[in-house]
Each structure stands twice: as structure tokens, then as C-alpha cells.
């Protein structure tokens, strides 16, 4: 089984760091293990440190786990603009270029789904078999009413808020402690498991707030882009993981539609953050799928 509790002090020293410049600004990603290479990428609000149980998983089966700071997040740098998911996926396409690497695995949690989407939409030759958890995709989902039952409100609220000028920023500078404790309740069923303090420390690093923001600031133009890549369905096998107290089979909807070769899991007794609540049930589902690859 999975030690949950022991590798939060040492905040990943077990792996390789890598810094990489990318049109000019720095990318930060851990990685551990040699073989094929399975890009992992995080979302809101945590950083590549989400991936760790899955890197060791991954790394321990022969691939080589790519775990990213996305722009503005994490030990990344936090540029002034470029957040929508055409946007970071070039970025990310680039770094894995950089890194040596054509052709690879894509798996991608919360806005981590939108971006991993976007890139396998993008960067068909490059990306050979897509999993993602834990979100609907803007543009490819329906849009959710501002009057929805509470038990999806929870879910919903911050996608208006958090999209705001500058309000956002005002309210929560010096108190993001509060703010994200209360995202990291609310969303976690096993909130035991979840590392909130490392990823409020690194939201609460100047610029964090701000770069969070950006990314649900750019979600006109994410929906945009994705209308256009919706004209065409993915032609790699793509798996859908959800959770039982969170998005459920609503990964598996929005892919459905979207893709020619499309599996879904709905994992149990679980909340949103699934990598860190059940990292074994998850690998349960993306092992297999990935192995198919190699």
C-alpha cells in the first residue's frame, strides 16, 4: 500500500528536479524513473508535488514520470499572460522537446484535464494515449447554471468568482490560508491524505494568486479554442477517471463525445483530489491503460 504520510517533509527530494527555459520564461518538473515518458499534469490549486505516489508507481514500472509546474504555478515562473490551454500546451509540447522526448503519454487532473486535452488536441503525432480525472472540460461540457443544487454549487462557485479582476487578489492576499483550506475541505473526502499546506505555501509565493487566477481569467478563450477542436475527435485511446464524491462519470460524458476510443472509471469512496486520496485505486486504472503503449 501507499505511505501517505511520511514524504510531505522532504517535499520531493527523492526525484530529479529540472529547470527549463521555455520562450523565455523557467519550467519547473520533477522526474523519476528511465523509459517511456508519461507527462503528468497538475491543477488548480496544487503543483507537480500532487504526483508524487503516481511517479513512484510510474518510475517502478519501467516509465519515466514527467511531473510539471504548469506557467504560474509551483517552482515555475508566473508570466504576465498565455494561460489559456492552446497557450500552455505549446509550452508544455516544447518543454517535452526539450527534454528529448517526441512522442509521449499524457495524464492530467482538474485544469491539468483541460490542458492535457488541449494538447492532445493539438499535438496529435505527439501525444500516443491520453488519461485524464477530475474535470469537465470548458467548451465541451455544458455550461452548469448559476442556480445549482448545493451539492454541485460547491464544485462550481469559485469558477465565477475566481475569474473576477482583481477582486479575488484583494480579498484573499494574507488570507490564503483560509481560502484554499476551505477548497481542500469542501473538495477531499480523505482529506488526510492531501498535502494542502504545500500547495497553499506555494500559492501564497507572490504572483501565485494572480497565476491561479489567470487560468480560469482565460477561459473565454479555452472555450473559444475548444469549439474549433471539438470539429475533430481524438483518434488516441483515452481513459476518463472521476470520483464517487466528486465529478463521477462526468469525465466519462464529456470525453464520450470527443473521442473515438474512450473508457471510463468512476473511483470509489474518493473525493477530487484523487492522486493523493486513492493513489492505488487510481493506479489501478491508469496502469493497465498506459501499458497498452508500451
Avoid at 495524464?107 to 480525472?133: C, E, K, N, Q
Avoid at 505555501?201 to 491561479?212: E, H, M, S, T, V
Avoid at 487560468?215 to 479555452?222: C, D, K, L, V
Wanted: aromatic share 10%; net charge negative.
Amino acid at each position: 500500500m501507499t505511505n501517505f504520510h511520511q514524504d510531505i517533509p522532504s517535499a520531493g527530494a527523492e526525484f530529479a528536479h529540472r529547470y527549463v527555459m521555455v520562450n523565455g520564461a523557467r519550467l519547473h518538473c520533477a522526474i523519476a524513473g528511465d523509459g517511456a515518458p508519461v507527462l503528468l499534469v497538475p491543477g488548480w490549486p496544487q503543483t507537480w508535488f500532487t504526483w508524487r505516489h503516481v511517479m513512484r508507481a510510474l518510475a517502478g514500472q519501467g516509465y519515466m514520470a514527467i511531473a510539471v509546474d504548469p506557467p504560474g504555478t509551483g517552482d515555475s515562473d508566473r508570466p504576465a499572460a498565455g494561460y489559456d490551454t492552446g497557450a500552455v500546451a505549446a509550452t508544455l509540447h516544447q518543454l517535452m522537446r526539450q527534454l528529448g522526448h517526441a512522442r509521449y503519454q499524457v495524464v492530467g487532473h482538474d485544469i491539468g484535464m483541460w490542458v492535457a486535452y488541449a494538447l492532445a488536441s493539438d499535438f496529435p503525432d505527439a501525444v500516443s494515449r491520453l488519461a485524464l480525472t477530475e474535470a469537465v472540460i470548458p467548451g465541451l461540457a455544458p455550461e452548469p447554471t448559476i442556480f445549482a443544487p448545493p451539492d454541485q454549487n460547491i464544485f462550481l462557485w469559485h469558477f465565477m468568482f475566481n475569474r473576477l479582476p482583481d477582486l479575488p487578489e484583494a480579498l484573499i492576499a494574507g488570507r490564503e490560508q483560509a481560502y484554499l483550506t476551505y477548497m481542500f475541505d469542501k473538495w477531499s473526502h480523505r482529506r488526510d491524505r492531501v498535502a494542502a499546506q504545500v500547495y497553499i505555501d506555494a500559492y501564497a509565493a507572490p504572483g501565485g494568486l494572480r497565476a491561479g487566477f489567470s487560468y480560469y481569467r482565460a477561459i473565454p478563450e479555452t472555450v473559444r479554442q475548444n469549439v474549433e477542436r471539438a470539429r475533430r475527435k481524438l483518434a488516441m485511446p483515452v481513459l476518463a477517471i472521476g470520483a464517487e464524491h466528486a465529478t463521477r462519470d462526468a469525465p466519462l460524458i464529456t470525453m464520450r463525445e470527443n473521442a473515438v476510443d474512450v473508457r471510463g472509471a468512476i473511483i470509489p469512496d474518493c473525493g477530487h483530489f484523487v492522486t493523493e486520496e486513492c493513489p492505488d485505486e487510481f493506479l489501478a486504472q491508469l496502469l493497465p491503460f498506459l501499458s497498452r503503449e508500451s
